[in-house]
């Protein structure tokens, strides 16, 4: 194989991997759990609502944070998919 032949080879590797890290990411994302953060409810109804709330807004960080590098780790995948295929495209015309 050329250099331009391994070139296109490491960046499709990169590619896969890239896109296997935003998968999961995006797998662990959609795996938080809420915890409201108490061993047994509260019998204030008051205080049992503001443990779930509490609880879902820590949830909803944690995904956000998993979905934002998944979305950036999806970013590269395509930037190393498409200089793959320009390496490609161009090895096929010399």
Do not use: C, H, K, Q
């Not at 509260?42 to 998993?66: C, H, Q, V």
Request: no cysteine; aromatic share 8%; net charge neutral.
């Amino acid at each position: 194989m050329e250099v331009i032949g391994y070139a296109t080879l490491l960046l499709s590797v990169g590619a896969t991997a890239a896109a296997l890290a935003a998968a999961l990411f995006s797998l662990r994302a959609n795996r938080v759990v809420v915890d409201p953060g108490w061993r047994t409810e509260p019998f204030d109804p008051t205080l049992a609502n503001m443990g779930w709330i509490a609880g879902t807004l820590r949830a909803l960080d944690e995904a956000g944070r998993l979905n934002r590098l998944a979305t950036m780790w999806a970013i590269a995948s395509v930037i190393f998919s498409g200089f793959a295929g320009i390496v490609g495209a161009l090895a096929s015309l010399s």
